[in-house]
């Protein structure tokens, strides 16, 4: 059975970094795309950035573009989520995503799913 598990969200000032983390297990993700959403409060769920879990290539959506850094380490099966200059319009809860097809940035091509980790930023 696969499962993501996130941790790593807190509370932050603006102009901080938080780090989160991505636990993945039950299976091999070497073919999966990676990716991290978030869901500010009344908002939609939206896309912020994807990986193949293999290779380098990474997509980002403009607002996080040279703040965020989606990486991962085989060794431990996890995928990072480096958030450095963080703003309170980060706020939001953030979700790890699992794709076995495509790096996509529709949260209907995702197949698995984290509970998700809180991350706030005060101004």
């Known amino acids: 059975q696969v499962q993501l598990v996130e941790s790593g969200g807190g509370l932050v000032q603006a102009g901080g970094s938080l780090t989160l983390s991505c636990i993945a297990s039950?299976?091999?993700?070497?073919?999966?795309?990676m990716g991290w959403f978030r869901q500010a409060p009344g908002k939609e769920r939206e896309f912020v950035a994807a990986?193949?879990?293999?290779?380098?290539?990474?997509y980002y959506i403009d607002s996080v573009k040279g703040r965020f850094t989606i990486s991962r380490d085989n060794a431990k099966n996890t995928v990072y989520l480096q958030m450095n200059i963080l703003k309170p319009e980060d706020t939001a809860v953030y979700y790890c995503?699992?794709?076995?097809?495509?790096?996509?940035?529709?949260?209907?091509?995702?197949?698995?799913w984290g509970q998700g980790t809180q991350v706030t930023v005060s101004s």
């Open positions: 995503a699992a794709s076995r097809w495509t790096m996509s940035v529709s949260e209907r091509d995702y197949d698995y």
């Open positions: 039950g299976r091999t993700f070497s073919s999966f795309s």
């Open positions: 990986r193949r879990w293999s290779g380098g290539t990474t």
